[in-house]
């Protein structure tokens, strides 16, 4: 059985996934080091980091789709495992992996930018921020994936209760940013930020019929069961010591 | 000759240094020859000025030499042809630079002619062939800038586009030059896919601009024919302007009274001007001109005024708004 025996190497595939997530960084720093970036080196270090770093958003915000529609196929073909949502607990644990590496990618975008194209110059990166929008957008992208990075820990997620779940709405937000800031980078006459757009339009699309009620997420009256510790398949949520 | 005085000289009409130099040689050889003869080209060049309002005294043709400085980048190799020939925007085949290289082959260069007509007296339609014989060849290295925020240094060889201009010698009524590239879509696929841009490519220049001593057309690069990628057989160079200034594979040379409508202002007109004149303090609408990444290299550097030609060029554009210059 398919869901049995993903369930059950859960923690393989994350290290799987883990990986394949920084061959894209491997790569780049590998072609840097054989100094084979092509005619364009920055160009290439750029739009490596840049679009990686959306399709790992997008990647994370895919996991709360694909987990219903997993639970929705199992249930269609009679599977006797992954009908429930707990059932797919392992490819949710996944996504803050997943988020923590966009935010890594992300981050070495601006950093590169910062270093190679702004030349380390605080006053011109601050009169370009001013005058370029889509700098200033690609900035308030990385300024509100900052918190989402910072409150991923397990901790944090205690500390915050309730708050968490509001706080991490903002990924919704900023998703938009992004593929806005791709589509102001690009030359006209361009049309690569297409299927990405098409992918976001799918995964907020399936979060406001949710929320509007015309779609049912799987197992729950529509409120996503936050992420839970290995082996905790009780669907409780996870609460703070004296929260309600 | 054509410096005239009239107490309202306009600072568009002042020569710089190294163009009266030019011209005091060219007076000498001109005094020594019986005074009576004048170059061809200076013919063609002394039509060419009327009573215009683009500043068609300012005309400088190929009778004016280049200094060494400017036909050549000093302190600098050129890059390598593999990047030359590797990274190319030319939209006939694809707008991804790295595909153009592979797509581009399909293109037959020969048999191929290009014309010259519209305002000119003797209208002309030459053989690819009959260029080097007519006009000669010679090497220019340029830098060349693109819109995009990269540049590349280029060894070309080619013709002054002055040689061909004067040789169909254009009326007093040209005051602009309309080149339009080959419109092929059965071997340049990019032209087959519905796009941005209205086929075929067509840029233009102001007269004084395509007579520029330093409007260059290449059939060349490093000694060898030009490669299909970089425009074959042939493209004009206009060093001091954005690449997409600088057509590839042009087929029609076109003298006009009317500014035409070029392709990427027809395409973009928020976004590219008529003149696309390098200038780092003029942004693109949406991001900075200001540095560059020379091709192979990691780290920007700053953006010349008008791509490092300004004292070639600057004079022509004399009393403008810079910011209408782009």
Redesign the interface.
Known sequence: MLAAWLDAHGRALWWVACVGCAVPGLWLAFCTAGQVLGPNPLESLLHVTGETARTLLLVALSITPLRDAAGWLSRRVRSRHGKRLSDWNWLVRMRRMFGLWCFAYAFAHAALFFEFDLGRDLSVAWAELVEKPYLMVGAIALVGLLPLAVTSTRSMMVLLGRHWALLHRLVYPVSLLVLAHEWMTMKAGSWDAVPATLVLCILLGHRLLVSAGRIRAAGHDGVEVPERLPGDRSGQELRAPGTR | MFLRRRPDVRASELSPEWVMQGRRRLVGASAIGGGALLLPGVASLARAVGPSSTGTEGILGCSVALPESARTVAGEAPTPLA?IS??NNY?EFS?DK?AVRVLAQALTVSPWTITVDGEVEQPLTVDIDDLQRLFGSEERTYRLRCV?G?SLVAPWSGFGLCRLLGRARPTSRARFVEFTSLHRPSEMIGQRVA???QWPYREALRIDEAMHPLTFAATGLYGAPLPRQNGAPLRIVVPWKYGFKSPKAITRIRLVNERPRTSWVA??PS?YGFYGNVNPDV?HP???Q??E?R??????RPTLFLNGYAAQVASLYAGLDPATLF
Do not use: C, P
């Open positions: 990047d590797g990274y939209y707008s790295r995009e990269w796009g941005g841009l395409a973009a976004e942004a949406r991001w900075s200001a540095r990444n091709i192979g290299e990691l780290r920007k």
